[in-house]
């Protein structure tokens, strides 16, 4: 856990993997298969060193991922996702794939009274379903998210995705270390995180770069410089 004055939250790892023109889906909303098999044993090892993983509802819409450990060794994150309007369709794989225990189901972190319908039957499938209160943009407050998590003891989260969700965290400032993948494809009209929306300009210190297969991956700290 991160322990700021006053507050600590769980260790956050971004991982995303890009194209060379900074996308991370051939279009909005397409599940795009970027990573070549070594950068995903990678990715599924980061998976497994983290006892959450979290993406946001538009992620859950558009690849219905199931966010286990399958290329490399270790237990499955619990998955977190980002659902104002409590949206998660009942048979997504999310939903529906077999868990280790109940604590292990996913969390879905909502605003308060969404979806008052639908609640009961993603409850019905184990779903914890958590509040949260809303930025002034209509957003889930991340900073309150990550203090119930840790008050749930979840004390390290690898955020996924997709695009509006790494920008989120990264002009939050609610980031510890970020791991790209960067595949040698050029993707025109593709979805770029960081292309628009709020900014806050970081820089990646300690930088790492490693060659996986036919893919980079960067890793560093972000910083903000004020
Ligand atoms: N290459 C990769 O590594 C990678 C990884 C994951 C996804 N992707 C791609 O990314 C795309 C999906 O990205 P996306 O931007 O459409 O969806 P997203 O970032 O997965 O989810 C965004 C949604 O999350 C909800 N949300 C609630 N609170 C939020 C907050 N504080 N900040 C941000 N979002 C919040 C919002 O919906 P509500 O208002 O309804 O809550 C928002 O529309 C897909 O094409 C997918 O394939 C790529």
Sequence with gaps: ???????????????????????????????????GPESLRMTHGLRASHEGILVGIGTVLAD??????????????????LDAALRMPPGSRLMTRPYA??????ILVTAAGSNPAGRGALEALGAEI???GCTARGSLDLAELLEKLVAMNIASVMVEGGAR???AFISAR??????ITIAPRILPGGLNPFQSGPGAACLIAGLGIERLG?????????????
């Design 1 to 35: 856990m991160i322990n700021d004055p006053g507050t600590a939250r769980p260790r956050i790892t971004l991982a995303w993997a890009q194209g060379l023109d900074g996308s991370i889906a051939a279009a909005p909303g397409l599940r795009t298969a970027l990573s």
């Design 130 to 132: 958590i509040e949260v």
């Design 165 to 167: 969700v790494l920008a």
């Design 64 to 81: 219905d991922p199931t966010l286990t450990v399958r290329f490399a060794e270790g237990p499955d994150p619990r998955p977190i996702v």
């Design 101 to 106: 225990c109940p604590g292990s189901r996913p």
């Design 214 to 226: 036919d893919d980079l991956c960067l890793s560093g700290r972000p910083t903000w410089p004020d």
């Design 174 to 179: 609610l980031v510890d270390r970020v791991v």
